[in-house]
C-alpha cells in the first residue's frame, strides 16, 4: 500500500551537502573500532569484507552481536536494527525459539548429506504457503535462482530466458544482465538492451538473457513473439512479483494476472523470486498475498532463521525434471540439518499469524508516521511497504518500473537518510534503495525512533 505525494518542493542540493558532510564526520567518529578493524582485515580478506554489498566508504561498519530488534557494532555503539541482514532476520537476532531447535539438534549431528526428517516436514509448510506441490533446497539464493532458470530450460528445451530490467536475481552469470544502467541507455521498452552487470560476465551468455520492462504486459508479449519468429522462444520468465531491487515497486492490478495468462499460452515457465518478499510480505509471500500462482518459485533470506538456506518450489510437471534425473539439482550442503531445523521453527513457531498481525500493525504506524513528515516538510516522494518491509521513495511521480525509477531517484538523499538514521540509532543499509524489514520484535518504540530521525532529517534539510 502506498500513497504518493506529488509535491514540487525543491531541494537545496548544497544544504544537502553540507548536511551529508556534517553527518558523515559525525558517524566516522563514532566508528574508530570499525576503521581500526578495517584496517587489519583488508590485509587478508579483500576489501575487509565478506561481500561487496558489505562495503561502505571510508570503512565497513563491523558487528559485535545483535540482541532482538537491536545490533550492536565493535565501537559499542546499539542502534535498532531495521537492516537485519538484507531481509533475513524477521525472526529478529537471538530468537530463543530458533537457538533452541539448533541446540536440540547439534549433538545430533550437523552435517550428512543425506535426508532427514525435518526436510520434508519444511517442504510441507511451504507446500502449503507457496500452493506449489515440490520442492528442493539450496544453500542461498542466487543458487536457488540458478538451478530454478536450469529446471526451466530443461522442462521447454529452450536456452533463452526472461527477466524484468533492473531485477536482481543473485550472482551467477546469467542473471547479473540488465541490473543498473542510465535510463536513456537501455532502449525502448519493446528491445531493452542485454547489458553485463560488472566484469567476468562472459559475453556468449549475456544475450540468452532478454530484459523486459515491469508493469507492461504488452511489451512482455510484443518481445516473446518476436523471440519466437527469431526462432529462440524464452524457456521463462523469471521475476519479483513485487520488485524490491529499487525500493519497492508494486505491480499495477491486473499486471501479474496478465503475465499468467502470457506466460501460459507460450509455454514459458513463470518463476516468481520470492527471495526478498517469499515470508516477509506475508506468510506466503507475493505469490499468496497477490493471488497468482506461478510455476515455480524461489525462497532464501527469511526462511532459514538467519542459517543460510535456499529453496525451489514447483509445480509436478516442471519439477518432473528433476524427479525423473534429467537435472542434477545438488549439492553437498542443501538440506543441512541445522539450517532445515532452524527453518522448521521458523515456519511453525515464530512465522505465526500473530507475527504478520504484528507486522502489518507496526508497518501500517511506520509508514503513516514517514507519510507525515513527507507532507509536512513537502518532500516529493511517499512512504509504501507490506508486511514487514517497506521505504519511503523519493520521487515526485509513482514509480512503475526501472525507468519511472531513475528518472526520479535521489541518491543523495537516500544517503543523507541514512546517515542520520545511523547517528540516531537506528541501523539501516549502507545507502542504497534497501527497504527496511521488521522483526518480530521491533516494537512501537523501534518505529518512533525511525520515524524521528527521519523527521529530523527533514526538518534541517528544509529550513531556512
Keep these: 500500500m502506498s500513497t504518493v505525494i506529488d509535491r514540487t518542493t525543491v531541494i537545496n542540493p548544497t544544504r544537502v551537502k553540507e548536511l551529508t558532510a556534517k553527518e558523515s564526520e559525525l558517524l566516522n567518529g563514532k566508528l574508530v573500532k570499525s576503521r581500526e578493524m578495517y584496517d587489519k582485515a583488508r590485509v587478508h580478506l579483500s576489501n575487509g569484507v565478506a561481500s561487496s554489498y558489505q562495503l561502505r566508504d571510508p570503512w565497513p561498519i563491523y558487528v559485535d552481536r545483535g540482541e532482538g530488534s537491536r545490533i550492536f557494532d565493535v565501537d559499542g555503539n546499539e542502534y535498532y536494527d531495521f537492516h537485519n541482514g538484507f531481509g533475513a532476520m524477521i525472526q529478529g537476532h537471538g530468537n530463543p525459539i530458533i537457538g533452541k531447535a539448533i541446540s536440540e539438534r547439534f549433538p545430533k549431528g550437523t552435517h550428512f548429506a543425506v535426508p532427514d526428517e525435518d526436510d520434508y516436514i519444511v517442504a510441507g509448510e511451504l507446500s502449503q504457503r507457496f500452493n506449489l506441490p515440490k520442492w528442493r533446497y539450496t544453500n542461498s539464493g542466487s543458487e536457488a535462482t540458478m538451478d530454478a532458470i536450469r529446471i526451466a530450460r530443461a522442462y521447454t528445451h529452450r536456452d533463452y530466458f526472461m527477466k524484468i530490467f533492473g531485477s536482481y536475481h543473485g550472482h551467477h552469470d546469467a542473471v547479473m544482465i540488465s541490473i543498473s544502467e542510465d535510463y536513456d541507455k537501455i532502449g525502448d521498452p519493446n528491445h531493452l538492451k542485454s547489458l553485463p552487470y560488472g566484469a567476468g560476465i562472459p559475453k556468449a551468455t549475456v544475450p540468452l538473457t532478454v530484459p523486459v520492462p515491469f508493469n507492461d504486459a504488452a511489451a512482455l508479449e510484443h518481445r516473446i513473439i518476436e523471440m519466437e519468429q527469431e526462432g529462440n522462444p524464452p524457456a521463462c520468465l523469471i521475476m519479483e512479483p513485487c520488485l524490491m531491487n529499487m525500493g519497492i ?216
Design 249 to 464: 515497486v508494486p505491480p499495477e492490478p491486473g499486471y501479474l494476472e496478465a503475465v499468467r495468462d502470457i506466460t501460459a499460452k507460450h509455454g514459458i515457465v513463470l518463476i516468481f523470486d520470492e527471495v526478498k518478499t517469499g515470508l516477509t510480505i506475508g506468510p506466503g509471500g507475493a505469490t499468496q498475498l497477490f493471488g497468482v500462482t506461478p510455476d515455480m518459485v524461489t525462497v532464501s533470506k527469511a526462511l532459514g532463521g538467519g542459517l543460510p538456506m535456499g529453496a525451489i518450489g514447483g509445480t509436478e510437471e516442471v519439477m518432473s525434471v528433476v524427479e525423473d534425473g534429467e537435472v542434477y539439482q545438488v549439492g553437498t550442503y542443501s538440506g543441512n540439518p541445522l539450517c532445515v531445523a532452524a527453518a522448521r521453527a521458523n515456519l511453525e513457531k515464530v512465522l505465526t499469524p500473530e507475527a504478520y498481525a504484528h507486522f502489518d500493525d507496526l508497518n501500517g504506524r511506520l509508514m503513516e508516521g514517514c507519510t507525515d513528515v513527507v507532507k509536512r516538510f513537502g518532500f516529493p516522494g511517499y512512504a509504501v511497504g507490506f508486511g514487514a518491509k517497506g521505504c519511503v521513495t523519493f520521487s515526485p511521480k509513482k514509480v512503475v518500473d526501472y525507468v519511472t525509477f531513475r528518472e526520479g531517484q535521489r541518491s543523495e538523499l537516500n544517503e543523507l537518510c541514512w546517515l542520520y538514521a545511523m547517528n540516531r540509532g537506528v541501523f539501516m543499509t549502507p545507502g542504497r534503495e534497501e527497504e527496511w524489514t521488521l522483526s518480530v520484535f521491533h516494537d512501537n518504540d523501534a518505529v518512533d525512533a525511525y520515524v524521528s530521525a527521519f523527521d529530523e532529517m527533514a526538518h534541517d534539510l528544509m529550513k531556512e
